[in-house]
């Protein structure tokens, strides 16, 4: 199958400062990447669809300005948590979805453990 | 919006018994399904898919099955492996909803030696 990176698989930073996660596709192209927020033992939670070069799609109640998503190419994804706080605190994992339609499989990453302190 | 809904949320078994997760969906047009297995720490894997024109998919020790009729699909794992306990999710992808990914509650499978 397809393989996804993020980096980096484990962050802790104090409140205030912002953190930025990579997700990569390693070995396809992505029209699609997505965000997914976890906490522990609960499903996960759509943040936001991104699209290679264009503006990512919000999910109701994520804050744009507070989790800004960059999709600057086809196998590479950003999202920067802003002036993170201890409730930021959570596992976030990309996905991408390629390579050929739009209905392929979402391939996830291992995810990244944020700890604000 | 549409949701999809796993009737377990625990399921225990004994290591080579085995084990039957079921997922309930509501999206009558949903035409895409997968199910994820998710370890803890780890990120979602994929196991297997089927689409909404099959009734039945195989793969390695497990099978798929999708009933449309009473919106339901099932994750079958044959002879069960101490490997296989984490939390398994099914998803379902529709068009009509701009290919989006719903994911349900997940089900934790825990495997006794």
């Known amino acids: 199958g397809a393989v996804v990176s993020q980096h980096p698989s484990r962050v802790i930073c104090k409140s205030g400062t912002s953190v930025k996660i990579e997700c990569r596709s390693l070995?396809?192209?992505?029209?699609?990447m997505f965000w997914y927020r976890q906490f522990p033992k609960q499903s996960l939670m759509l943040m936001a669809t991104s699209n290679e070069g264009s503006k990512a799609t919000y999910e109701q109640g994520v804050e744009k300005d507070k989790f800004l998503i960059n999709h600057a190419s086809l196998t590479l994804s950003t999202l920067t948590v802003t002036s993170a706080h201890p409730e930021d605190s959570s596992f976030y994992i990309c996905?991408?979805?390629?390579?050929?339609?739009?209905?392929?499989?979402?391939?996830f990453g291992p995810g990244t453990r944020l700890t604000v302190l | 919006g549409e949701s999809v809904g796993l009737h377990l949320p625990t399921l225990s078994v004994q290591e080579g018994d085995n084990s039957i997760i079921n997922c309930a969906y509501s999206n009558s047009a949903s035409d895409y399904f997968i199910w994820y297995k998710q370890e803890s720490g780890k990120g979602p894997q994929f196991i297997i898919d089927i689409r909404s024109n099959m009734d039945k998919r195989q793969g390695q020790r497990v099978t798929v099955l999708l009933n449309k009729t009473v919106k339901h699909l099932s994750l079958q794992i044959a002879a069960t492996q101490p490997g296989d306990s984490a939390v398994y999710f099914c998803?379902?992808?529709?068009?009509?909803?701009?290919?989006?990914?719903?994911f349900g509650t997940g089900t934790s499978l825990t495997v006794i030696p």
């Open positions: 996905s991408a979805q390629g390579p050929y339609r739009s209905t392929d499989t979402q391939y």
């Open positions: 070995d396809f192209q992505a029209t699609t």
């Open positions: 998803a379902e992808i529709t068009k009509d909803t701009g290919n989006q990914f719903y």
